[in-house]
Each structure stands twice: as structure tokens, then as C-alpha cells.
């Protein structure tokens, strides 16, 4: 601050920086403890094949009652998943 009591543009600018280093940091600790939570609760993950005229059209990873992620059935993970559904069948 300048000594008539006015904010100059590079006061500004550092206040801001600082700013947006402390949002970067809080960023990455929420996604740091994001990560650790699901990997913790990955145990419980389950598939459901969605079916439309008899052929399944997507499979979808859930975890409880949230869905995590859709896979298509034509890819490499989408077809070993539905190997091992129709081999334990």
C-alpha cells in the first residue's frame, strides 16, 4: 500500500498469487484425501450388466448404491468382466 492509503496493481497481484496458492495446496490435499478414501472403500465394488433386447449395452461399476463408472462390454475390461460373469454361471 502506497503512503496515500491506495493499493497499487502489484499488491494486488501478490495478494492474489498468495491467494491462489493456498486454493492450489487446499486442492490438492482434498484430492490427496479423496484418493486414500477410495482406495480404502474399493472392496466393495460390484458390477451390473444393463441389458436392451437381450444384449448387454453397458456394465457398471458401483460401490453401494453409487454408481462409480459405465464400461462397454466391447472392451478388453468390459469383456474379461463378462467372461467371468458367464464362466461362474
Do not use: C
Not at 9 to 38: G, H, Q, Y
Amino acid at each position: 500500500m502506497s503512503e496515500n492509503g491506495t493499493v497499487t496493481a502489484t499488491d494486488k497481484l501478490v495478494d492474489a498469487t498468495a491467494e491462489s496458492t493456498e486454493t492450489n495446496e487446499n486442492t490438492e490435499n482434498a484430492a490427496a484425501e479423496t484418493a486414500n478414501e477410495t482406495s480404502e472403500n474399493t472392496g466393495d465394488l460390484s458390477y451390473h450388466a444393463v441389458e436392451k433386447e437381450g444384449n448387454v449395452t453397458a456394465i457398471w461399476e458401483m460401490q453401494g448404491r453409487k454408481h462409480i463408472r459405465t464400461i462397454d462390454p466391447r472392451s478388453n475390461e468390459g469383456k474379461q468382466i463378462l467372461a467371468l460373469f458367464e464362466t461362474a454361471a
